[in-house]
């Protein structure tokens, strides 16, 4: 079985930086794809950002401000935040597309969430 476990979150000042990590325990042969989606209070949850074979593309109200990265060796992804705002504060939640051998097929896993605030 595979897991991810996040970390990074907590409260930052308006234009702030943070860090968000996701580590996945388990065998992984292969990620696919990953994305950070967050969910604000009374809110849906919305994908921020994405990034597969290289590519990324990011939701417009955090473009320039986030980006997106991940390790394939460290089986670790991380969502770098920089001017942060107060609309910016939700739970975020990593989402992994991977295969656990090559002849598996991909499957979705989700972190359990790591909540930011932004406020002063």
């Known amino acids: 079985q595979v897991q991810l476990v996040e970390s990074g979150g907590g409260l930052v000042q308006p234009a702030g930086s943070l860090r968000l990590s996701c580590t996945a325990s388990g065998r992984v042969y292969r990620i696919i794809a990953i994305r950070w989606y967050r969910q604000a209070p009374g809110k849906a949850r919305e994908l921020v950002a994405t990034?597969?074979?290289?590519?990324?593309d990011y939701a417009d109200p955090v473009k320039g401000r986030f980006s997106i990265s991940g390790d394939n060796a460290k089986k670790a992804v991380y969502l770098q935040m920089t001017n942060l705002k107060a609309e910016d504060t939700a739970v975020y939640y990593c989402?992994?597309?991977?295969?656990?051998?090559?002849?598996?097929?991909?499957?979705?896993?989700w972190g359990q969430g790591t909540q930011v605030t932004v406020s002063s």
């Open positions: 990034i597969i074979n290289s590519v990324t």
């Open positions: 989402n992994l597309r991977l295969k656990r051998e090559y002849y598996d097929p991909a499957k979705d896993y």
